[in-house]
């Protein structure tokens, strides 16, 4: 379990695939497409703050959020299954792709239910799910975007207070590979399913 807690290197990750998995592209809840680009004003964002079921469900029912998918990211093994990232041997995250309106919900409302809905600073684990692939981490598709993560990671450090350092990670987006059709939506299909998310009870203030 320690093992898959520390991060590998790309010289030890599994070799994976180079055929895409076959994912249904209908999103559950609201049909849009999981694979559309975003249109016009739209934008993407993928956020990774643990158990990727739960986090979905989070995003999906916000207004403005035209779609979300799950996925991984920040590893090397192209095109991994399920079973490939729960051994820690492709590096990947668990994350959640949420395409949005910034018309309608900002890039700073997003940020704030994620840093308010799960612990940053518990490093490569969210709760009992322990392993690299839980950990808290942002992937930016612009420059702003990555700038305003930072600004609202700050932030929120400022609320928890320098003894509890903030681990969540920020980095440019590289590939995102669908999770399998099942993870898609999981909490819509199997509504007692598991739910791992839980913050650290310290909100933004109103103003905010």
């Known amino acids: 379990m320690h093992k898959k807690q520390t991060m590998i290197s790309a010289e030890e990750a599994l070799p994976g695939r180079t055929t895409p998995l076959v994912v249904d592209d209908t999103h559950f809840i609201n049909q849009s497409s999981l694979s559309a680009q975003p249109q016009g004003e739209q934008q993407q964002i993928l956020l990774g703050m643990g158990c990727f079921w739960g986090a979905e469900r989070l995003f999906w ?16 093994t192209p095109n991994p299954t399920y079973e490939e990232v729960c051994t820690g041997q492709t590096g990947h995250a668990e994350v959640v792709r949420v395409v ?72 440019p987006a590289g590939d995102y590979y669908y999770a399998e059709t099942y993870h898609q939506q999981y909490l819509a299909k199997n509504p007692e399913g ?5 913050g650290t009870g310290v909100c933004f203030p109103p103003n905010l």
């Open 100 to 171: 949005f309106d910034p018309k309608t919900i900002s890039l700073e409302q997003l940020l704030h239910h994620f840093w308010e809905r799960h612990d940053p600073t518990q490093g490569m684990q969210q709760g009992n799910d322990l392993g690299t692939q839980y950990r808290s981490i942002i992937f930016t598709y612009s420059e702003a975007q990555h700038e305003q993560a930072l600004a609202s990671k700050q932030q929120y450090q400022t609320l928890l207070g320098a003894d509890k350092p903030i681990t969540t990670e920020i980095l």
């Open 194 to 198: 598991y739910c791992g998310l839980g």
């Open 61 to 76: 029912q916000l207004d403005g959020v035209v779609s979300t998918s799950v996925g991984y990211a920040g590893g090397y």
